[in-house]
């Protein structure tokens, strides 16, 4: 079946400017992340939604970072008024939750900021 | 804060040889998951392995094995007959089995398989 997909691919942005990033999960998965990879480094979670439950915010690096996701379906991650140092691969990952703790990535959004 | 600790930045091996990849980790939890992701150039993450902190026996998938040690909270990658195809970044990576069960992650190793 498909996988998590993630839109757009590469992404190119001047600093200030405000940008949205999209996450398809996987059909029946009910919990979603997202995370952020800077250059050379590991993952940093940044948000995770499960079904209608208030989402888990705590990843996020300030004000300007916000996340929606409608029940089970697509999400957005916005970054609002955009800086340099929000250039980064931004993955989507989703989850089964409660039968397994394996999450399964989509490819990633690489955003640079000019 | 539960961390993850990945001590080589880069390694490289010959084709077909074995090689091990080093983790480990802080927690005060008794319940959790470790996984080894895969990460090659085309930036998708791909789950290699995981293991359940509550079963002793070692994970094994294929030429991929671990070494859960978890009075040490150690858990290496042994890859085996190491191909082309395993080069990549490689990332351990650990959750707890409550709330929202992020995935916290070490910085990686890069791996090259040389012909």
């Known amino acids: 079946g498909a996988g998590v997909s993630q839109s757009p691919s590469n992404k190119v942005t001047e600093k200030g400017k405000d940008v949205e990033l999209r996450c398809d999960p996987i059909?029946?998965?009910?919990?979603l992340y997202w995370y952020r990879q800077r250059l050379g480094q590991g993952l940093e979670f940044l948000i995770y939604?499960?079904?209608?439950?208030?989402?888990?915010k705590s990843g996020l690096p300030s004000d300007r970072f916000s996340a929606e996701r409608t029940g089970e379906s697509v999400s957005t991650l916005t970054i609002q008024r955009t800086q340099q140092e929000d250039s980064a691969v931004y993955l989507c990952?989703?989850?089964?939750?409660?039968?397994?703790?394996?999450?399964?990535f989509g490819p990633g959004t690489r955003l640079t900021v000019t | 804060a539960q961390t993850v600790t990945q001590s080589q930045p880069e390694m490289s091996v010959q084709e077909a040889e074995t090689v091990t990849l080093s983790c480990t980790y802080d927690?005060?939890?008794?319940?959790?998951?470790l996984f080894w992701y895969k990460q090659p150039p085309s930036r998708q993450m791909i789950l290699v392995i995981r293991?359940?902190?509550?079963?002793?026996q070692n994970a094994t998938e294929n030429r991929f094995s671990v070494n859960f040690q978890k009075a040490a909270k150690s858990f290496s990658l042994k890859i085996s007959d190491s191909q082309l195809g395993d080069t990549a970044m490689y990332f351990c990576?650990?959750?707890?089995?409550?709330?929202?069960?992020?995935?916290?992650f070490g910085q990686g190793t890069r791996l090259t398989i040389n012909p």
């Open positions: 990952a989703s989850s089964l939750r409660r039968t397994s703790y394996e999450q399964y």
């Open positions: 059909s029946g998965h009910t919990a």
């Open positions: 939604f499960q079904g209608n439950s208030a989402p888990d």
């Open positions: 927690t005060s939890e008794n319940n959790y998951y």
């Open positions: 293991q359940e902190a509550y079963k002793q």
């Open positions: 990576a650990f959750t707890t089995t409550q709330g929202a069960q992020k995935l916290v």
